[in-house]
């Protein structure tokens, strides 16, 4: 897994996209639910609160991928994460908080 190094700027949460929900379930029946943002240089997940948007994590965007296999490699790592542990994921970065 890669290393948090810091949350999105809120100039580039500014430049992003809400693209929506996404939920799964892990293995063990919990349901995780995350907002996503696309910004320009990640893809960002975490949830809205009253007070804004707070940061999960986030997965480095690679411009030569689409946006769907980016979130759909995204959607792969949180599962593994909620089934396996933060050990056995690479494409994510997450906060103290997960």
Known sequence: ??????????YE????????PV???DRHGEWHVFDIVATPHRI?????TNTGFMESGYMP????FSL?????????DLKVYYDFGKQYVSNIV???RM
């Open 1 to 10: 897994m890669r290393k948090w190094t810091s949350a999105t700027s809120a």
């Open 13 to 20: 949460m500014a430049k992003g996209k809400y693209l929506g």
């Open 23 to 25: 939920e799964f379930k």
């Open 44 to 48: 960002v997940f975490g949830g809205v």
């Open 61 to 64: 965007r690679d411009n030569h």
């Open 68 to 76: 769907d296999v980016l979130l759909q490699e995204m959607l792969e």
């Open 94 to 96: 997450t906060s103290a």
